[in-house]
């Protein structure tokens, strides 16, 4: 009597192993699609959200000071390019964060804004921020007021405690 044979026994249990690492190697390579497209929809997400709130903020301002053409109507903050880039997601949570500090400034007359921003740039000048469990530190660069538009340019830094 002859028992079954061995050699089949092995291809089959070779497929069985082949078909189990396509299924490890698909569902990874899924699950690194699933987690790109999220990571994308979270930024837009923030990003219109940061968008919504400067737009409800704009909104009512007109309606505050339609009558006076010379106070900060509206506040803009734009962070200078590095190189290597930062994470946008932070770079947007940091310039909503500082868009509502600056908050203060909006609907203060244009002609006496020289001490305030002083004020401001004294006060925000190298404060850190803590994003994601990364600090980040900022310099403001240059505030200018055009047309009731306050607009300031920040260098933002990973912050590296010494």
């Given at each position: ?143 200018l007021v055009s047309e ?15």
């Open positions: 009597m002859k028992g079954p044979s061995l050699q089949g026994f092995k291809r089959f249990m070779q497929f069985v192993g082949v078909f189990l690492l396509g299924m490890v190697i698909g569902s990874i390579a899924y699950n690194m699609v699933f987690q790109a497209s999220y990571n994308q929809l979270w930024i837009e997400n923030k990003d219109l959200q940061i968008k919504l709130y400067q737009a409800e903020e704009d909104n009512k301002t007109p309606r505050k000071y339609r009558n006076r053409s010379t106070v900060v109507k509206e506040i803009k903050v734009t962070v200078e390019e590095r190189d290597p880039p930062l994470d946008s997601l932070a770079v947007k949570e940091v310039v909503q964060t500082l868009q509502d500090e600056l908050e203060v400034l909006r609907g203060r007359n244009i002609f006496d804004i020289d001490s305030d921003a002083k004020m401001a740039r004294t006060l925000l000048n190298r404060k850190i921020y803590s994003v994601r469990d990364k600090d980040y530190s900022i310099q403001i660069k240059t505030m009731g538009v306050l607009q300031i340019w920040v260098d933002m830094r990973p912050y590296v405690r010494s």
